[in-house]
């Protein structure tokens, strides 16, 4: 099976970081404007999920979860999750280190689109 998310070196050092500061964490991509539309980090719980969401997979252990709208835009896309130095305009938990989560995307090859991990909801 092929993973939809992962996490490069460089998000997984900040992962672990904010791990040994915050505890269990979350990941929630929406489908907003600006800087509403970056990955957003939280502690696990603190984001309020609904049964408009999907849960991809996990990097480092911590669930990341899509508005289903904008899970639309992106079924065709593998995610990669990473971290780059400057600080964004959101809640997530990462921006006052001075860092910030960005996702980069490319699309699936015909063998991992027949072969995906599959998507969790809410209700499951």
């Keep these: 099976m092929y993973k ?8 997984i050092a900040l992962i ?21 539309s970056q990955p957003m980090c939280f502690e696990k719980g603190d984001f309020k999920l609904g049964y408009s969401d999907v849960c991809l997979g996990e990097v480092e252990g911590c669930e990341f979860w899509m ?14 999750l990473t971290a ?8 997530s938990l990462e921006i ?8 980069e995307s ?3 090859t015909p063998q991992e689109r027949e072969n995906l991990t599959p998507l969790r909801y809410l209700e499951d």
């Design 16 to 36: 672990n970081e904010l791990k040994g500061r915050y505890g269990a964490l979350m990941f929630h991509q929406s489908g907003g404007c600006c800087d509403g």
């Design 4 to 11: 939809r998310i992962e996490a490069d070196e460089k998000a």
């Design 106 to 108: 490319r699309l699936y």
């Design 67 to 80: 508005s289903k709208d904008q899970f639309e835009y992106w079924q065709h896309t593998h995610l990669t």
């Design 96 to 103: 006052p280190l001075g860092k910030r989560f960005i996702i």
């Design 84 to 91: 780059v130095d400057g600080r964004g305009a959101s809640f």
